[in-house]
């Protein structure tokens, strides 16, 4: 069965440090999502993509925060700056063309920043 | 805005009793409702959703869910429940189809033997 994979599972940075999140989406999809869930808190939305280009993003999503489709399997999420309350569980998401598909979730990358 | 609450942070049942997790929305809109369940150290999966369809929606290893729209709720229930069913269950909403999804707190279930 097709499944959303993300790279790396756990990553580690210090504040301050540029850090990359890789996602690759179910082949076919359309639409890409990145989500976050901070520990013991709800998982928050942080952008939508579509037809290369941001659809929608959340007040989280400043400008430390940019995606990318760089071809036509990944979608990256870049945090240019980071900062202690970026970590975070971040989810990336995927759904194909149909309007009433499912959002397939990857399995997360956990990122600490110290 | 929509926005999901579902009572109850833990709930705890014994194996073979009902499971019940709470789910109630905002929407200023007809929503799309859905049930996702998150095990330890995986994504999230997809338990079922409803999208203005029937009401009673079945979804994967013996959940359902009922949409009542008087009650602005989407109750989550299992008749019986299985060891194997510990795990962290969010509601979400989206209002329109292909939107964002928001989502609940999560409600963790545990299942005493």
């Known amino acids: 069965e097709p499944e959303v994979t993300q790279t790396p599972s756990h990553q580690v940075t210090q504040m301050g440090q540029e850090v990359i999140l890789r996602c690759v989406p179910i082949?076919?999809?359309?639409?890409f999502y990145w989500y976050r869930q901070i520990l013991g808190q709800k998982v928050e939305f942080l952008v939508s993509f579509y037809n290369n280009e941001i659809s929608e993003k959340s007040e989280i999503f400043d400008d430390q925060f940019s995606v990318e489709r760089p071809d036509g399997s990944n979608f990256t999420l870049k945090i240019r700056s980071t900062k202690l309350e970026d970590s975070a569980m971040y989810f990336c998401?995927?759904?194909?063309?149909?309007?009433?598909?499912?959002?397939?979730f990857g399995p997360g990358t956990r990122l600490l920043v110290l | 805005a929509q926005s999901v609450t579902q009572l109850g942070s833990h709930v705890s049942v014994s194996e073979g009793a009902l499971v019940l997790l709470r789910c109630n929305y905002s929407s200023s809109v007809p929503p799309y409702l859905f049930w996702y369940v998150q095990y330890p150290n995986q994504g999230l999966q997809l338990l079922l959703k409803y999208t203005s369809a029937a009401t009673l929606v079945k979804g994967i290893n013996g959940f359902e869910a009922e949409f009542k729209k008087s009650e602005t709720s989407f109750h989550l229930t299992k008749p019986s429940a299985h060891m194997s069913d510990a795990a962290e269950y969010f509601c979400?909403?989206?209002?329109?189809?292909?939107?964002?999804?928001?989502f609940g707190a999560g409600t963790i279930l545990r299942v005493k033997s």
């Open positions: 979400a909403v989206s209002e329109v189809d292909g939107n964002k999804l928001v």
């Open positions: 082949s076919n999809h359309l639409y």
């Open positions: 998401a995927s759904k194909g063309r149909l309007s009433r598909e499912t959002q397939y």
